[in-house]
């Protein structure tokens, strides 16, 4: 089994960035798609941004533009650089492969609040 620890999250006012850090116990990341999910109080996780094995990434609407997703296979881990944030960006953040029905056991999470 694969343990998943993001961290990087915090409190920030709106229009400011954040870089969300995952990392892998096991040096596995480089065979597998990955995404960013995150889960607002009250709402259904939903997939934020996504990385091929091959580097190719994908966005959400609601992000596109703003985020930047990366991954570095030598170090086992997966980046979210956040920028122009938004209130309604506040959620936890969670990393995992991609699609969510091949998902590892789910990490802590690491909150993010985007409030002024």
């Known amino acids: 089994q694969v343990e998943l620890v993001e961290s990087g999250g915090g409190l920030v006012q709106p229009g400011g960035s954040l870089t969300l850090s995952c990392v892998a116990s096991k040096a596995i990341l480089s065979f597998f798609d990955m995404g960013w999910y995150r889960q607002a109080p009250g709402k259904q996780r939903e997939l934020v941004a996504r990385?091929?094995?091959?580097?190719?990434?994908n966005y959400a609407d609601s992000v596109q533009g703003r985020f930047s997703i990366s991954r570095d296979n030598a170090k086992n881990s997966v980046y979210l650089q956040m920028n122009s944030l938004k209130p309604e960006d506040t959620a936890l953040y969670y990393c995992n492969r991609y699609p969510e029905r091949y998902s590892w056991s789910w990490g802590q999470g690491t909150l993010v609040i985007v409030s002024s």
């Open positions: 990385i091929m094995s091959g580097g190719e990434t």
